[in-house]
């Protein structure tokens, strides 16, 4: 396993919820046991690394959601095979704006059905109450591990889902 792009760890985090004032913060981070850093945030390539612009380069759905956002429902397809983040820069930089972009399906990542479905739900329950299922399915064909990080707290401050700093080169987390 290389080292890990720097760009390995932008965008937002889909699998997470925070209320106004931070309040309620809660991020789920994967693990897989193969990829060299933590699975917090959606890897995306920069404007200069897409031939299309920036542009998200991970496999998730948003499943569904009332207007409200009293009932939301997110699926993740996350490899049980160490993410390519490298092969996806690489595929990236040198298609033109008229070719297509080199995606995640196209790695093969996923070419042997080796991944797991990260289901995450939020229901509000009250004004404030909200209700947290998290499902995991292993679609592989063979027992896998995956470690699945919570937040120590629902009500940290500063919310852990702000200030994000990115990973070195080497893949290791820079100290506070």
């Known amino acids: 396993m290389g080292p890990v792009p720097q760009r390995a760890a932008v965008g937002d985090r889909p699998r997470g919820l925070q ?11 994967l693990w897989n046991g193969k990829d060299a850093i933590l699975k917090e945030r959606l890897f995306a390539l920069t404007n200069g690394e897409g031939n299309h612009g920036e542009d998200v380069k991970e496999h ?21 095979a160490a993410f390519p983040y490298n092969d996806l820069l690489e595929g990236n930089r040198y298609r033109g704006r008229r070719d297509p972009e080199y995606e995640l399906l196209d790695t093969g990542v996923f070419d042997q059905d080796k991944y797991f479905d990260v289901f995450v739900e939020y229901a509000k329950q009250g004004p404030e109450d909200i209700l947290i299922q ?3 399915h292993n679609r592989g064909p063979e027992p896998a591990q995956l470690h699945v990080l919570l ?15 990115q990973p070195s080169r080497d893949g290791s987390r820079p100290q506070s």
């Open 60 to 80: 998730y759905f948003y499943l569904d959601s009332t207007p409200s956002h009293s009932y939301m429902k997110y699926l993740d397809k996350y490899p049980q």
């Open 151 to 165: 937040p120590r707290s629902t009500s940290l401050s500063p919310c852990p889902c702000q200030g994000f700093r």
């Open 19 to 29: 209320r106004k004032r931070r309040r309620l913060c809660f991020c789920l981070s």
């Open 134 to 136: 998290i499902s995991i």
